[in-house]
């Protein structure tokens, strides 16, 4: 069984029709409805103060902006894409794969991340629909996502939860959430992935909300935005 096969079997995602977070009003009611699930959460909300809707425009670009933020602080990969979105005006797959390798080393992109940008833009231009994925169950989703090479499971998650508006998504992957939701219950040393995925599940069918949630309190606690770039705003 491949890696994208093994990671769908183990999804625990809701399966019901999706009800896409599109603005500020979705926001605010998956977070009255969370802290009515886990009252521990009222605080959280309290301090965390604005939890922003951090929604993407669906396609190549959005991808290609979290893929750059893989593994680098929230400062760095805005300054390294926005190189890249001088470099390559517009960002479209063909321009990304006519581009050249001179262009990845000046925007200051890794080897890997250049690896997935091309592999991105080539399933793109032999007719990946970025856009359909956002309609798609997520487990539909994540199996197409995370079965381009350099596209892991924390990448199509956050596109999914930016792009495709998907109310019911925790990357429990990310540092900053594993932080920030260690720090807000009391919980130490930090939980892990595996322990985090088991948290986040009381929180269905708003785990899309908790996470934004959770980057806020973040930044608000450690003064400085742990979330991943949201891209192009819708």
């Given at each position: 069984?491949?890696?994208?096969?093994?990671?769908?079997?183990?999804?625990k995602?809701?399966?019901?029709?999706?009800?896409?977070?599109?603005?500020?009003?979705?926001?605010?009611?998956?977070?009255?409805e969370?802290?009515?699930?886990?009252?521990r959460?009222?605080?959280v909300?309290?301090?965390?103060?604005?939890v922003?809707?951090?929604?993407?425009?669906?396609?190549?670009?959005?991808?290609?902006?979290?893929?750059?933020?893989?593994?680098?602080?929230?400062?760095?990969?805005?300054?390294?894409?926005?190189?890249?979105?001088?470099?390559v005006?517009?960002?479209?797959p063909?321009?990304?794969?006519?581009?050249?390798?001179?262009?990845?080393?000046?925007?200051?992109?890794?080897?890997?991340k250049?690896?997935?940008l091309?592999?991105?833009?080539?399933?793109?231009?032999?007719?990946?629909?970025?856009?359909?994925?956002?309609?798609?169950?997520?487990?539909?989703?994540?199996?197409?996502?995370?079965?381009?090479?350099?596209?892991?499971?924390?990448?199509?998650?956050?596109?999914?939860?930016?792009?495709?508006?998907?109310?019911?998504?925790?990357?429990?992957?990310?540092?900053?959430?594993?932080?920030?939701?260690?720090?807000?219950?009391?919980i130490?040393?930090?939980?892990?992935?595996?322990?985090?995925?088991?948290?986040?599940?009381?929180?269905?069918?708003?785990?899309?909300?908790?996470?934004?949630?959770?980057w806020?309190?973040?930044?608000?606690?450690?003064?400085?935005d742990?979330?991943?770039?949201?891209?192009?705003?819708?």
């Amino acid at each position: 069984m491949c890696f994208a096969d093994c990671y769908v079997a183990g999804l625990k995602l809701t399966r019901h029709a999706m009800r896409r977070i599109s603005n500020i009003d979705d926001i605010n009611r998956g977070l009255d409805e969370l802290c009515a699930i886990d009252p521990r959460l009222a605080a959280v909300r309290e301090l965390a103060g604005e939890v922003p809707l951090r929604l993407s425009e669906p396609g190549f670009e959005s991808l290609a902006s979290i893929i750059v933020s893989q593994q680098v602080s929230t400062a760095s990969a805005k300054a390294i894409f926005g190189r890249l979105t001088v470099l390559v005006d517009p960002l479209t797959p063909q321009a990304l794969l006519e581009a050249g390798e001179g262009v990845f080393r000046e925007a200051g992109l890794s080897r890997p991340k250049q690896r997935a940008l091309l592999a991105v833009a080539g399933a793109a231009a032999e007719g990946l629909d970025l856009h359909g994925l956002c309609r798609l169950d997520a487990r539909e989703a994540m199996a197409s996502l995370v079965a381009i090479p350099g596209i892991g499971p924390w990448t199509a998650e956050v596109y999914l939860l930016f792009a495709a508006g998907h109310p019911d998504i925790f990357p429990a992957r990310d540092v900053a959430l594993q932080s920030a939701v260690g720090h807000a219950l009391g919980i130490d040393p930090r939980p892990g992935e595996k322990a985090l995925i088991r948290l986040a599940e009381s929180w269905t069918p708003w785990r899309g909300v908790a996470s934004r949630l959770f980057w806020a309190y973040y930044r608000v606690t450690r003064g400085r935005d742990g979330a991943p770039p949201a891209g192009n705003p819708a």
